[in-house]
Antibody
Framework: EVQLVESGGDLVQPGGSLRVSCAAS????????MHWVRQAPGKGLVWVSC????????SYADSVKGRFTISRDNAKNTLYVQMNSLRAEDTAVYYC??????????WGQGTTVSVSS | DVVVTQSPLSLPVTLGQPASISCRSS???????????LNWFHQRPGQSPRRLIY???NRDSGVPDRFSGSGSGTDFTLTISRVEAEDVGVYYC?????????FGQGTKLEIK
């Protein structure tokens, strides 16, 4: 079964840091671009970041550029996002997604990041 | 950045009746490879989104054939031929041609 399982979401103080992980299984992880998408409480979906299959290329939304770093370990079938200088507006459910045929075809269950003092 | 606009934002529908959602982009979505990367997703309350349609009109595996996508250029439509109770939730379109990829605001479908 193709599966993405996020972990690492937590309550963090403003200015703090957090690393969220996504464990992939059931498919050739190293062959796919991977993306992070977030959803603030009661709001819509927002693309955050992506990384190519071998990890050599990354891209970020302007709202997180310079603060978030996406990475992957293909030996461990795991995707990461390191979040630094967190702000209240980063509070959201973070979804790990697989990119295929021009869009996100597999989604994880999401992990909740809350930024509050 | 491309702006993607959905309408309506709220869609009350009677069971068994058809429903349509519009998605308009501020730029054309034809990619350099000739494909048009317009996707449709469905999110039920408390669940992760699920992709229904990719590249304008192609259904993902397991998606009922009552769902169909159409359109070209900057105007796209998701149509549900006969709404069922399990179709409630929020529908999002998303363009996958231009970075940063952009989602529409979402259309909430409810049963009358």
């Amino acid at each position: 079964e193709v599966q993405l399982v996020e972990s690492g979401g937590d309550l963090v103080q403003p200015g703090g840091s957090l690393r969220v992980s996504c464990a992939a299984s059931g498919f050739a992880f190293s062959s796919y671009w991977m993306h992070w998408v977030r959803q603030a409480p009661g709001k819509g979906l927002v693309w955050v970041s992506c990384i190519n299959s071998d990890g050599s290329r990354t891209s970020y939304a302007d709202s997180v550029k310079g603060r978030f770093t996406i990475s992957r370990d293909n030996a461990k079938n795991t995707l990461y996002v390191q979040m630094n200088s967190l702000r209240a507006e980063d509070t959201a459910v973070y979804y790990c997604t697989r990119w295929s045929r021009g869009g996100m075809d597999v989604w994880g269950q999401g992990t909740t990041v809350s930024v509050s003092s | 950045d491309v702006v993607v606009t959905q309408s309506p934002l709220s869609l009350p529908v009677t069971l068994g009746q058809p429903a349509s959602i519009s998605c308009r982009s501020s730029q054309g979505l034809v990619s350099s490879d000739g494909n048009t990367y317009l996707n449709w997703f469905h999110q039920r309350p408390g669940q992760s989104p699920r992709r229904l349609i990719y590249a304008v009109s192609n259904r993902d595996s397991g998606v009922p054939d009552r769902f169909s996508g159409s359109g070209s250029g900057t105007d796209f439509t998701l149509t549900i031929s006969r709404v069922e109770a399990e179709d409630v939730g929020v529908y999002y379109c998303m363009e996958g041609t231009h970075w940063p990829y952009t989602f529409g605001q979402g259309t909430k479908l409810e049963i009358k």
